[in-house]
């Protein structure tokens, strides 16, 4: 799916043949900045499950 409008991402996303997603793999360069707030997204999301 190239960028998908982040700039500098890379994505890809897979369904199995029912349509649901199998795979979601966001891929950055090393020490990027965007890959640093998609961590912290992640990681607050995990932190709270009421807010996800």
Request: glycine letters at 10%.
């Amino acid at each position: 799916m190239g960028e998908f409008g982040i700039s500098g991402r890379r994505f890809f996303r897979k369904d199995n043949p029912e349509g649901i997603r199998t795979h979601h793999i966001h891929t950055f360069t090393v020490g990027s900045d965007r890959v640093k707030r998609h961590i912290a997204f992640r990681d607050y999301m995990v932190a709270h499950p009421e807010d996800a």
